[in-house]
């Protein structure tokens, strides 16, 4: 499935991915977060950030050609990594070469200026972007963004395919458990 180096020695680089947990309050005091459970959220490295992939205008069901209302933003590592205190979150570190960061960068960068498809429910969410991203920069094998859609359609998908690349290949994941008045979505 990965295209990568898995931890040779051609690997210069790494891209980290960064996968928020869905959850639900376990107490009537605790505040519910967008998406509960099944929510979450991915985001894929871009220099000291993080590129997100989010909605921007009006809600779609359906995704719409015409009307793109998405949008990438970048969000600062220190946002997510340093001040998640209460969030469960796995950040997988995927060797790269030097060529394939250049071209995911690259990549990256023509996304935030302008977003190639809407952000829909039934459609690209955040998961089926980050998947997108990394195959566009040649680290992950190319389909169809339907495929993508129906594959990863919640961040869970991708994470569980991702974190068990990760035990095969023997790449670094970063895990933080998250606070414990919450219920977290399970691997």
């Known amino acids: 499935m990965f295209l990568g180096m898995s931890g040779c020695a051609s690997a210069q680089d790494t891209v980290k991915i960064l996968f928020v947990y869905g959850s639900k ?28 992939f989010v909605p ?34 796995a950040i997988i570190s995927i060797p790269v070469t030097r060529q394939q960061s250049n071209a995911l960068d690259s990549v990256i960068a023509e996304r935030l200026k302008t977003s190639p498809y809407d952000y829909a429910f039934l459609g690209m969410r955040c998961a089926s972007a980050a998947y997108e991203l990394l195959a566009s920069a040649g680290i992950m094998p190319v389909m169809s963004r339907h495929k993508m ?9 991708l994470r569980k395919q991702w974190l068990k690349e990760a035990a095969l290949h023997h790449w670094k994941v970063f895990y933080r458990p998250g606070k414990t008045s919450r219920k977290w979505e399970k691997d």
Request: without cysteine; charged residues 25%.
């Open 56 to 89: 921007n205008g009006k809600f779609h069901v359906f995704s719409s050609k015409k009307h793109i209302h998405s949008e990438f933003v970048t969000e600062s590592e220190d946002r997510f990594v340093f001040d998640t205190a209460d969030s469960r979150y």
């Open 149 to 157: 859609v129906r594959r990863y359609f919640y961040p869970k998908k």
């Open 25 to 52: 309050p376990k107490a009537k005091s605790e505040s519910k977060w967008f998406g509960g459970i099944h929510g979450g959220h991915v985001s894929v490295q871009y220099h000291q950030m993080y590129a997100s």
